[in-house]
């Protein structure tokens, strides 16, 4: 593998600095099915995710994260007649959340009803901004 | 030569390896919530493939005294020389020690079986019932 260093982007009107690529880029990202029979379908920077209930699930870094202050951001998918699910960090009493770390996280999906229940959603997608180790 | 940094490798490999969808799962209980029902690890098919090519992922010690390093301070794992080509076995092995809690593979003295490795078609598809999975003891 080849290095090329360099400060500046530069595509010959505008310039910028390659940290607003390296800052700005997701540093890690998975979409899964979780129902069924759970499956990642595609990701990068995840080693694995846990099934940890009905609608709650934990993905893991392959490569951590340099503190837990990074930004999650997701959707998901519980079928295409429904479109009123979301994700929130979470954990399996529903009673709160659980503190992200610096290796990985916890989220629940929720269905969107007079109490946001959590729901097994068929498609899931993460995408994580933030500082790696 | 130098190795560079885990991120950089592990996008490199998604570029040349074909993705492997484990024929495993790992099925475990926290001991420390046991009224939760019990969970399933799912290995990520990039991960897999790189822990099958070799010259990618790290010590697996470099995870465990990373765990002890506070947060913001230098970590080792992304910069550790890699490790060789793993069985599929031995990949779900180093996954366990990686991504779950040393209270369930390592310190619990419990009777309980809490923790399986299965094939993936022992889990069941209809998850009606979700929130009351046990493991057969």
């Known amino acids: 593998m080849s290095t090329l260093e360099v400060s500046n982007l530069n595509d010959g009107t505008t310039t910028v600095a390659t940290t607003y690529i390296t800052n700005g880029s997701a540093k890690a990202w998975v979409n899964f099915n979780g129902t069924g029979t759970v499956a990642i379908r595609e990701s990068h920077n995840t080693s694995s995710i846990t099934d940890d209930g009905a609608g709650v699930y934990s993905p893991v870094f392959a490569s951590n994260l340099a503190n837990a202050d990074y930004a999650i951001s997701g959707t998901a998918m519980f079928s295409t007649s429904v479109n009123a699910h979301f994700v929130s960090h979470g954990n399996n009493s529903g009673a709160g959340g659980t503190l992200p770390t610096s290796s990985g996280f916890k989220i629940r999906t929720l269905y969107v009803t007079t109490s946001a229940n959590a729901q097994d959603c068929t498609i899931v997608g993460l995408s994580i901004n933030g500082d790696l180790a | ?137």
């Open chain 2, 1 to 137: 030569m130098t190795h560079g940094h885990l991120w950089d490798r592990l996008a490199e490999a998604k570029t040349r390896l074909k993705p492997v969808q484990s024929k495993y799962r790992v099925l475990f209980e926290d001991p420390a919530t046991p009224d939760e029902p019990a969970k399933v690890l799912v290995p990520d098919p990039n991960w897999m493939a790189c822990a099958l090519e070799g010259g990618i992922l790290p010590p697996i010690e470099t995870y465990q005294r990373d765990r002890d390093v506070p947060d913001g301070e230098p970590k080792e794992h992304p910069y550790a020389e890699p490790i060789g080509a793993m069985t599929e076995e031995e990949a779900i092995e180093y996954l366990v020690q990686k991504d779950i809690d040393p209270s369930v593979w390592r310190d619990y003295k419990g009777n309980r079986t809490i923790m399986k490795i299965v094939p993936v078609e022992l889990i069941p598809s209809d998850r009606s019932f979700r929130n009351a999975w046990r493991i057969m003891q």
